[in-house]
């Protein structure tokens, strides 16, 4: 019951359209014809540049993400308003089927750039409501007259049969509208796109929407985390190795030069300080150091080392070498 | 009855004062356990106070050790006797004469107040029994005269006690 009321209203509505077009004169309707196309071709080489720079587009999303947030309380009002109108609603439905057709195509065709599709789409919606309802009688009458052009170019179509030069514009108004789909800045453009493409089944629009949100943050969590996991555990790891060793080394170094520090700096039997002759005096293998006055006196006694109780072989010897220089 | 041995004594070298007097220094220190230095002004005699080591048959128990250092000390070994009451041991007479190697025939110059204190107290704990020298009344009839332990040519048969 509500589809057909809200059909036949439509149907009414271009009926209106059509007459008021009639009125206009055929010489200003090819100006203006002459004119929109020069846009729609500079429209499509800035979509084209769009696409070629891949850097730009990845951080416009991070701006438009910023900005979206800050429209959302105005959001119920003009919902209430477009409610209270009775035409109203069909064109909002219409515009959110072509915003969504043009999301899940942006999916499809590039997966990389689904978050900037998201952001351009959301802020491309804010914009249309912002010139809709803050436009005065002049915005209202130039949209009138945007409207009435497209609807007289139906009307050409249907009478004619589909001639091949009006087939052809008929191509470039869908290519613009693709090409107006990636770009953010341009607020007319989404409107031209929004009128023009016809309503398709909401349905099927909104099921790859949602699967493709949801999809999306489980991507990044999972890009995210090695990077996380990966970066604490290496930087630890490194510095204990490296310190572990040098302390060790440190450790060792220190230990090995006390042991060279200690060296006996008296002679254990008479207590007197050991020269430097006295110091290099070493008689016995177990490296008992005294004296040479001492170890003269030992000799005469019984020759034996004190340390280790064993008779001084070697002693004999220095005994000979001593006799020599007295006689 | 058997009185200490007084034999007559040569003043110390100018060697084994400058020695004695370093290991009285380092005596004052680090004292080896159990023993106690009883001060005096004579460098030559020392009298030292052993205490029996805990867990042995001396355990509680202090005797006198009296150390008498000869002229050419530290090459010539030290007398080293018990005052009276000597310890009952195997090895140590009534006359305080004591039979150990290294304060005769072993003795080294690089041995030192302490290390002989040290031994002594080994061989006070290792005693198996409180009893006297087999020879002990024939071997104190003999030194009535004063005579030294350094003199005795002793036969060191026991590695153990």
Same mark, same amino acid.
């Given at each position: 019951?509500?589809?057909? +009321? =809200? ?8 009926? =209106? ?34 696409? =070629? ?13 910023? &900005? #979206? ?17 009775? /035409?109203?609603?069909?064109? +909002? ?18 997966? $990389? ?46 009478? &004619? ?14 290519? #613009?509208?693709?090409? +107006? ?12 796109? /929004?009128? $023009? ?65 200690? &060296?006996?700096? &008296? ?45 001084? #072989? ?14 | ?5 007084? *034999? ?19 005596? %004052?220190?680090?004292? *080896? ?30 005797? %006198? ?8 000390? *530290?090459?010539?070994?030290? %007398? ?53 020298? %087999?020879?002990?009344? !024939?071997?104190? !009839?003999?030194? !009535? ?7 005795? !040519? ?8």
């Amino acid at each position: 019951m509500g589809h057909v +009321d =809200a059909s036949a209203a439509a149907a009414a509505a271009r009926d =209106a359209k059509k007459k008021r077009g009639n009125r206009s004169s055929a010489k200003l309707k090819q100006c203006k014809l002459d004119a929109r196309r020069e846009q729609w071709l500079s429209q499509v080489k800035d979509g084209k540049e769009a696409k =070629a720079s891949t850097s730009p587009t990845g951080t416009e999303p991070n701006a438009g993400s910023m &900005t #979206v947030p800050s429209p959302h309380p105005p959001l119920p009002r003009r919902r209430l308003d477009v409610r209270s109108k009775g /035409g109203d609603p069909e064109e +909002d439905r219409e515009e959110r089927g072509a915003a969504r057709q043009e999301l899940g195509s942006s999916y499809l065709d590039s997966p $990389v750039h689904s978050p900037s599709s998201d952001n351009s789409g959301s802020v491309g919606g804010m914009h249309r409501k912002h010139y809709n309802n803050g436009g005065g009688l002049n915005l209202s009458s130039s949209s009138s007259v945007w409207s009435s052009s497209r609807s007289v170019s139906e009307a050409e179509d249907d009478d &004619t049969g589909g001639p091949e030069e009006e087939n052809g514009v008929l191509d470039d108004w869908e290519a #613009v509208a693709d090409a +107006d789909a990636l770009t953010v800045d341009d607020c007319h453009s989404h409107q031209s796109s /929004g009128h $023009v493409a016809p309503p398709a089944a909401p349905n099927v629009c909104t099921a790859p929407a949602n699967q493709t949100g949801r999809q999306d943050p489980i991507q990044r969590t999972k890009a995210w985390a090695p990077d996380d996991i990966f970066r604490p555990q290496s930087l630890p790891s490194i510095s204990r190795q490296v310190s572990f060793p040098a302390s060790i080394g440190n450790g060792w170094m220190g230990a090995a030069q006390q042991a060279n520090l200690s &060296t006996p700096l &008296t002679c254990p039997i008479c207590c007197e300080d050991l020269d430097l002759t006295d110091s290099s005096f070493c008689p016995c293998p177990c490296k008992f150091c005294l004296c040479l006055f001492c170890h003269n006196k030992i000799l005469e006694a019984d020759g034996r080392c004190p340390g280790c109780r064993k008779e001084y #072989v070697a002693a004999r010897l220095s005994r000979s070498c001593s006799m020599g220089p007295r006689y | 009855m058997t009185s200490s041995s007084s *034999p007559s004594r040569k003043a110390l070298s100018k060697i084994a004062c400058n020695r004695l007097q370093k290991e009285l220094a380092e005596w %004052q220190v680090s004292p *080896p356990s159990g023993f106690k230095y009883r001060v005096s002004d004579n460098l030559q005699r020392w009298v030292i106070e052993v205490t029996g080591a805990a867990g042995t048959l001396y355990a509680g128990e202090t005797y %006198q050790l009296q150390v008498d250092f000869p002229e050419h000390y *530290p090459m010539e070994a030290p %007398q080293v006797i018990f005052l009276n009451p000597a310890p009952m041991h195997p090895h140590i007479y009534s006359n305080g004469h004591i039979c150990l190697d290294i304060l005769y025939d072993s003795w080294s110059p690089a041995m030192t107040v302490s290390s002989v204190c040290i031994s002594i107290l080994s061989m006070l704990s290792s005693s198996p029994a409180k009893q006297r020298p %087999q020879d002990n009344d !024939r071997y104190v !009839r003999n030194c !009535r005269n004063g005579r030294s332990p350094k003199e005795t !040519r002793w036969w060191f048969h026991d590695d153990k006690v």
